[in-house]
């Protein structure tokens, strides 16, 4: 069976002890408490077979950054076990793929459509991503906008602007 890979090593994600390695890498920012959560609930499951990357809490979700193959392993057979997560976390959660900004952006935005995703060039020399979704899915969105615009931009540290076609 492949093994599980979570941002703690294996013996802190069974035992929930953090060992020395694990605990400096939460005293210097390099994981969160969400990570160390999210890793203890993948072992307590049995979810070994999968893995993520790193966990987000936004307050009201939390959101699963992982590759794009573990996402359908999350997420589970009707939503089992990303329904578990939330309960166990007793928050929403929201599984979203790291393979590209455009699959980033497009799993945040899900299950609105994205009409268009253009990079501007400004002419003080800044780029920006630009995407443009249609208004009539402006109601579909799961996140507030300028929230899924805050957290993508922390995480590809590229700037993003979200906007409405006509």
Same mark, same amino acid.
């Given at each position: 069976?492949? %093994?599980?890979?979570?941002?703690?090593?294996? $013996?802190?994600?069974?035992?929930?002890?953090?060992?020395?390695?694990? %605990?400096? #890498?939460?005293?210097?920012?390099?994981?969160?408490?969400?990570?160390?959560? =999210?890793?203890?609930?993948? /072992?307590?499951?049995?979810?070994?077979?999968?893995?993520?990357? !790193?966990?987000?809490?936004?307050?009201? /979700?939390?959101?699963?950054?992982?590759?794009?193959?573990?996402?359908?392993?999350?997420?589970?057979?009707?939503?089992?076990?990303?329904?578990?997560?939330?309960?166990?976390?007793? #928050?929403?959660? !929201?599984?979203?793929?790291?393979?590209?900004?455009?699959?980033?952006?497009?799993?945040? @935005?899900?299950?609105?459509? *994205?009409?268009?995703?253009?990079?501007? /060039? +400004?002419?003080?020399?800044?780029?920006?991503?630009? $995407?443009? *979704?249609?208004?009539?899915?402006?109601?579909?969105? !799961?996140?507030? @906008?300028?929230? $899924?615009? +805050? =957290?993508?931009?922390?995480?590809?540290?590229?700037?993003?602007? $979200?906007?409405?076609?006509?």
């Amino acid at each position: 069976m492949p %093994e599980m890979s979570v941002p703690i090593c294996a $013996i802190c994600a069974k035992t929930g002890v953090l060992c020395n390695a694990c %605990e400096a #890498k939460l005293a210097m920012g390099q994981i969160t408490e969400m990570d160390v959560e =999210l890793a203890k609930i993948f /072992y307590e499951s049995e979810m070994e077979d999968t893995g993520f990357e !790193r966990a987000i809490d936004t307050g009201e /979700y939390v959101i699963i950054l992982a590759k794009k193959e573990n996402i359908g392993k999350i997420i589970g057979k009707g939503g089992d076990n990303i329904h578990m997560i939330a309960k166990k976390l007793g #928050k929403k959660v !929201r599984a979203i793929g790291t393979e590209s900004l455009k699959d980033t952006i497009r799993d945040f @935005l899900a299950p609105a459509q *994205i009409s268009s995703v253009n990079k501007v /060039y +400004r002419p003080d020399g800044t780029k920006v991503t630009r $995407i443009r *979704i249609n208004k009539n899915d402006k109601k579909r969105l !799961r996140m507030d @906008l300028k929230e $899924i615009e +805050r =957290l993508v931009c922390s995480l590809t540290e590229d700037k993003i602007e $979200i906007s409405f076609d006509e």
